[in-house]
């Protein structure tokens, strides 16, 4: 009896210290999971491919769950119909309260671009939490690429929404003083330049769909200009990009529908009639071919600018709605072709566009040039900035020499040359001008600017999320 | 048995119903708040930007109303004008500082005010940058504090200054000029200067060779930037003018004029430099850097 006692229990101490931990929890190999996945250095290159598909967004005519991201893909709405560029057709949803500046915090769409933004912000920083399993020279390469579009995402929210929270690694659910607390927009600036400098020593120009170190220093510069702090380094960032193989292109047609032109310095890729990279934006600007009826159609106050000062680019930039002549279309991302402009259609279904987004030219360099060296003034006529000027210019068939140009004058070239391609309210805003010319757009077409709308509201759903930690902008 | 029976009946009738009087209690969780009772959590709080309006229109102001929490605005401004709306634009009727003033309030009555002064000048275009040259005629004592040997402020780590040359008509003005002797001496000049982006400006320097040998060549130059490595400043070079003339000049004590216009581009600080091929033996003095206009 005893024996059998201790036999028992010398069997069961035996048990006891024989079961490790992982025994009772091994890792699936059968199943991905996400803490063990970044593993190789082709596994972090996925996580950075990543990063450029959150950009991209989802096509809503292709996965229509309307709780996607759509990213890149709504931020029309935002930007050209917030301006005096465009509007909705028929003043139709939500969308019509961009134009008529009646933007609510419950707004959808202003919700989708948040949280669409913020998801790249944390697909770029998981691969900077996993830079270890790559080489020295690839993990500097993918931290550039992945600070690129930190900043490139911070950089967008800040100017839309104000002060906004400031995420510089992966958060956890219980870190809410990360998640819902508005950092001021001078701090989220200085980690703008921060990573953006650390993106211009990364990389290379070899890519125009993913970071380059022409991208960066455009950024840069861009970030420099607004926040009207540092001109001169502007001036230079500008000046090593013109140094190097960027070019106009002859026609003005040929940025928009030749894929490789010199011109495109960074573009948002999408693939023609695919179900996971196409994009809907380009049905949508035309007349009810994707779920709307019609947005970011043409103002006429727009159409005024363009016909005056457009030189070769007015027909390239906006043309009549065929199905409804009193109302105006965008040319530039055009799925479906023109006859009588000689554009072929991009894709065999217009819904599903393969028209990259055009996010950096040289153009805007260019024009971003002048604009450093009139360094807030009124007027400049070093040669330089004429120079620059005038090669856009020249371009646009506006071959008559400029001797000085003044604010209003690159305002007005800045219009006609990039319309309707997401820059004109950040042109007002830096420019100083946004709240005169809007509240008189405003008037004119009886929408009701005031202004508190120069910044969007944050989406109510962070505000419910946040349990009172985050507060709203004024006047939502 | 029975009046036992009975009066534990009671006894637990009386339980029960004391029990349940007990827990309905706090009847005044359910009752309705009266009008007024509980706070505004969000009372009204006034605050404003402004802008000020550009070239002819500085004495305009366009406001732009930030508050929150409120429908009516009254807008106060000290030298006697007032608005109601949301976001005006006043006219101030000269410079000088003024106190401007909102007051906003809530359909509920509450107020809530925010002043700020505001100092209305007319904006001047900035001067250009007149750049100060120290010991730009190589004479002792000139530099601010009184002292140096007329070439202290023209030294770089790493190459050797040049000289200095006086008496007789050696030096353009005063009582000394630099001196760049033959090879093997290799002496530079080089200072760093504030300037104006973007800017014209010219040069000026002059230059008297010895008379032989030949082929004697002084380069002046503008040097992009500021470089501690005398290499990397003369890499850094965008614009420079050489002089070669060995014969007499023009200018006081047989002395030649060199002139170089160039634009400052995107540069705060560039660096002069002065240097000379080594093959003859060449005078410099009065380096200045004057606008044009």
Redesign the interface.
């Known amino acids: 009896m005893k024996k059998i006692n201790y036999i028992a229990s010398f069997c069961l101490l035996f048990l006891l210290v024989s079961c490790s931990d992982d025994f009772l929890e091994p890792v699936p190999t059968s199943a991905i999971s996400g803490a063990s996945f970044f593993s190789t250095e082709a596994q972090l290159e996925t996580a950075v491919v990543n990063m450029y598909d959150g950009i991209q967004g989802v096509n809503a005519l292709e996965l229509t769950s309307s709780n996607l991201n759509h990213a890149v893909q709504v931020e029309f709405y935002l930007t050209e119909m917030r301006s005096d560029n465009t509007r909705t057709k028929s003043s139709e949803g939500e969308a019509a309260q961009f134009e008529s500046y009646t933007i609510e915090s419950t707004n959808g769409i202003v919700d989708d671009y948040y949280r669409s933004f913020y998801n790249v912000i944390f697909r770029a920083n998981t691969v900077l939490e996993n830079l270890g399993v790559a080489s020295e020279e690839t993990a500097m390469a993918f931290e550039a690429e992945a600070k690129f579009v930190r900043a490139y995402a911070h950089f967008n929210l800040v100017r839309l929404f104000g002060d906004i929270p400031m995420v510089d690694k992966i958060v956890r659910v219980s870190e809410s003083d990360v998640q819902y607390v508005r950092v001021a927009k001078e701090t989220i600036y200085d980690f703008i330049i921060s990573d953006l400098q650390t993106a211009i020593d990364g990389l290379d120009n070899s890519s125009v769909n993913r970071a380059s170190k022409a991208a960066a220093q455009a950024l840069l510069a861009k970030v420099y200009l607004t926040t009207g702090d540092n001109?001169?380094e502007a001036?230079?960032l500008c000046?090593s990009i013109m140094g190097g193989s960027y070019a106009l292109e002859t026609d003005f047609k040929d940025v928009f529908y030749n894929e490789s032109n010199s011109e495109v310095i960074f573009s948002v890729g999408y693939a023609p009639d695919n179900v996971n990279d196409s994009q809907n934006f380009s049905a949508e600007w035309l007349n009810a071919v994707g779920r709307t009826a019609g947005v970011n159609y043409v103002t006429t106050e727009a159409r005024m600018a363009l016909d005056e000062m457009g030189g070769n680019r007015t027909p390239l930039s906006y043309r009549q709605d065929a199905l409804q002549p009193t109302q105006y279309q965008v040319v530039k991302y055009l799925p479906n072709g023109d006859e009588s402009l000689d554009i072929d259609a991009t894709s065999n279904d217009p819904t599903s566009a393969g028209n990259d987004w055009i996010v950096i030219r040289y153009a805007d360099v260019l024009l971003m040039h002048v604009e450093?060296?009139l360094?807030g003034?009124?007027t400049?006529s070093?040669?330089?900035?004429l120079n620059s000027f005038q090669q856009v210019r020249n371009r646009a068939g506006l071959t008559d020499a400029v001797s000085s140009i003044t604010?209003q004058m690159l305002l007005d070239e800045r219009r006609v040359e990039l319309a309707f391609e997401n820059h004109r309210f950040y042109d007002l805003v830096r420019f100083?001008v946004a709240?005169?010319v809007l509240?008189e757009f405003s008037s004119a077409n009886g929408y009701s600017f005031?202004?508190?709308d120069?910044l969007l509201p944050i989406p109510q759903r962070e505000i419910n999320l946040s349990n009172g930690l985050l507060n709203?902008n004024?006047?939502y | 048995m029975k009046n036992s029976i009975y009066n534990i009946k009671v006894l637990a009738c009386l339980f029960v119903f004391g029990l349940l009087t007990y827990s309905c209690s706090d009847f005044e969780k359910f009752e309705l708040p009266e009008s007024g009772s509980i706070e505004d959590a969000t009372p009204p709080s006034a605050n404003f930007s402004f802008t000020q309006g550009e070239l002819d229109a500085f004495l305009t102001y366009s406001f732009s109303n930030e508050s929150a929490s409120a429908t009516m605005f009254a807008w106060t401004f000290s030298d006697g004008g007032s608005s109601t709306e949301t976001d005006p634009k006043y006219t101030f009727p000269s410079v000088g500082t003024y106190t401007v003033s909102l007051t906003a309030t809530d359909a509920l009555g509450a107020e809530s005010t925010y002043s700020e002064d505001i100092d209305v000048v007319e904006p001047e275009e900035p001067e250009a940058i007149v750049p100060v040259i120290l010991e730009s005629s190589f004479e002792d004592n000139a530099l601010p504090d009184g002292t140096g040997d007329g070439r202290d402020s023209w030294r770089i780590s790493g190459r050797t200054i040049f000289g200095i040359t006086s008496g007789g008509s050696n030096f353009h003005t005063g009582n000394q000029g630099a001196k760049f002797e033959v090879a093997p001496e290799d002496r530079l000049g080089y200072q760093e200067v504030a300037i104006t982006p973007n800017t014209d400006y010219k040069l000026i320097g002059y230059y008297k060779f010895k008379s032989s040998p030949d082929g004697g060549m002084i380069t002046l130059g503008i040097v992009g930037g500021s470089h501690s490595d005398p290499d990397d400043a003369e890499a850094a070079i965008f614009a420079s003018v050489q002089g070669g003339d060995l014969s007499s000049g023009d200018e006081t004590n047989g002395y030649h004029k060199l002139e170089l216009a160039f634009n400052s581009g995107a540069n705060d600080i560039v660096g002069i430099w002065i240097d000379s091929n080594d093959m003859t033996e060449v005078r410099v003095d009065d380096i200045s850097i004057e606008l044009v206009e």
Do not use: N, R
């Open positions: 001109y001169t001036q230079v000046e450093a060296i360094a003034g009124q400049t070093v040669s330089a900035a604010k100083g709240q005169d509240s005031s202004g508190t120069l709203q004024p006047g």
